[in-house]
């Protein structure tokens, strides 16, 4: 994202049109259960994907959700979206709670809560074109909007940049990007209140991610629509989001305003993530910044560690950190709504280290090595 100046961390904020509560989850878990043993299959354990998330989402906002490979981001997005059933937990939509809501009782929300993919190709049924693409879900919810379905698809078009005469068009004459732009023209079609992009612009080139998520900034901006953006990138997020939750092994252990997150941030894991983002990206407020190699694979979420499940790659972890799960709260020096689930959390400063931490011992021991010779 570097290299496309539109995407400048010193982009004015969004209007704040940010209002009433509209998604709220709870104690979200999902634990997917894992059979084996010969000759009757049991369960003999499960992938804890999602263990206890709580989270909410205001009208019109954009929250973040961010974390390494399999920390269960695209889980809790399913999760939201109801693509997938909750182990337990609880998910509210506009004060209604849907967690074991049926199909009949789902139906007027599901056109509520659209998502986005990452990959536009998959997503999209190559075997029909793009009006079709769009128009499907305005058929399945029965919506006739004023001057036809044909019409509105055409709008649609024009709205996410595409040319409305390429309505008889079949996904693969598209590039990636047009394709995601399609994938979002078929989101926008039930006019949604909120969106879950699960990382909408990470299959996308670099030159055309910014395009991309230029377009859901301006869908955010101009129809209040609220948005669920899971990456993976820092960067992009810290553009697009005005809150950003930070997930590691199923749970959320930093949430907060994007200030707080990227400038005082006061998990270590929070702390690691924010320098591997490239100096650029964080402008001259971030010079200097500390850096911390996070080394190392994610611990299984079959059996994760005990206590704080970070402790296994945390430069700070004391004996307490392995008997006791730190609590989601408020920790002194935090601003409102600045969350920590940490025991002996970092001071709230990015500034720099005597020297690097290097967070994985054999790695460390390896370059000494290497160094030596
Ligand atoms: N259907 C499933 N059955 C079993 N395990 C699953 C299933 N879906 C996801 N998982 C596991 O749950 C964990 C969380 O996966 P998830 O896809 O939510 O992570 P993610 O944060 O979206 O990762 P990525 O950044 O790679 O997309 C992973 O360990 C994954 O292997
Ligand atoms: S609770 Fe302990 S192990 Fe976990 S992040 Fe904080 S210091 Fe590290
Ligand atoms: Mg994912």
Not at 94 to 106: E, K, M, W
Not at 188 to 216: C, F, H, M, T, Y
Not at 276 to 303: C, H, K, M, Q
Request: glycine share 8%; aromatic share 6%.
């Amino acid at each position: 994202m570097s290299e496309n100046p539109t995407l400048s961390p010193e982009r004015q904020d969004p209007p704040d049109a940010v209002g009433e509560t509209l998604l709220s989850v709870e104690g979200l878990t999902k634990h997917f259960p894992i059979y084996g043993g010969f000759p009757f299959k049991r369960k003999v354990g499960a992938v804890q994907a999602v263990d206890g998330v709580d989270l909410t989402v205001r009208a019109g906002e954009s929250i973040g959700l961010v974390g390494e490979s399999g920390c269960g981001k695209s889980t809790t997005g399913r999760l939201i979206t109801r693509l997938m059933q909750p182990t337990s937990g609880r998910i509210t939509y506009a004060g209604q709670d849907i967690t074991r809501a049926n199909r009949r009782q789902l139906a007027p929300i599901r056109s509520e809560i659209q998502m986005i993919f990452q990959d536009p190709y998959s997503s999209l049924n190559p075997r029909q074109t793009v009006g079709t693409i769009i128009k499907s879900p305005m058929e399945v919810n029965g919506i006739n909007p004023p001057g036809g379905r044909e019409k509105r698809v055409r709008e649609l078009l024009e709205t996410v940049g595409l040319n409305p005469e390429h309505y008889n068009r079949f996904p693969h004459e598209f590039s990636g990007g047009q394709r995601q732009r399609i994938g979002v023209a078929r989101a926008l079609a039930l006019e949604p209140k909120l969106i879950v992009a699960d990382e909408p612009v990470s299959a996308l080139d670099v030159s055309i991610q910014a395009q991309v998520v230029n377009l859901l900034q301006k869908v955010r901006e101009e129809l209040g629509i609220a948005f669920l953006f899971i990456a993976h990138d820092l960067a992009i997020v810290r553009h697009f989001s005005q809150r950003v939750a930070v997930m590691y092994l199923g749970k959320v252990v930093e949430i907060g305003d994007r200030d707080s997150i990227y400038n005082r941030p006061r998990h270590p894991y929070t702390h690691a993530l924010l320098s591997a983002v490239p100096e650029v990206e964080l402008a001259e407020e971030t010079e200097g910044r500390e850096r911390i190699r996070l080394a190392g694979d994610v611990p299984s979420p079959v059996n994760p560690p005990s206590g704080c499940r970070f402790r296994t790659r945390c430069w700070k972890a004391q004996d307490k950190c392995a008997t006791q799960e730190p609590p989601l709260v408020r920790i002194g020096g935090n601003r409102e709504g600045h969350l920590t689930a940490c025991h002996f959390p970092e001071e709230p400063t990015i500034a720099a280290r005597d020297e690097d931490v290097v967070l994985d011992p054999a790695l460390a021991a390896l370059e000494e090595a290497t160094d030596t010779h």
